[in-house]
């Protein structure tokens, strides 16, 4: 069986270093940047109504990243403990993952 891993991680230098761990360890994922409600909302709710292709691709410091990794089920904990020991468990890094079951998956990558 395979799981969908979500993890988000606040944008930074360290994020980018966490990654790059993630990556040594042999895993991939699908990568976005991502803003809170709160910040889309609190910082400039006249801008936010609607967006354009310039805000996406424009990353500040407000934003996050999501990091979507479809793993098999016996790499699941070897995955979140790489992201525990380079996070120091999200100390060092903010953020958070979970994951979920996949009922149906087809794909070839």
Known sequence: M???VYLVL???????HTLEEIRKNGYNAT?????????AIDE????RYFFSLRQVEKVTANESILCLFI??????EHLKEVVRKSTENFKK???FMFSRPIDDYEGSI
Not at 10 to 16: D, W
Not at 31 to 39: A, D, V, Y
Not at 71 to 76: E, G
């Open 71 to 76: 793993v098999d089920n016996d790499k699941l």
């Open 31 to 39: 990568i976005m940047t991502t803003e809170s409600l709160r910040h």
């Open 10 to 16: 606040k944008s930074s230098l360290e994020a980018v």
């Open 44 to 47: 400039a709710p006249e801008d």
């Open 2 to 4: 395979k799981r969908i």
């Open 93 to 95: 890094i903010k953020g």
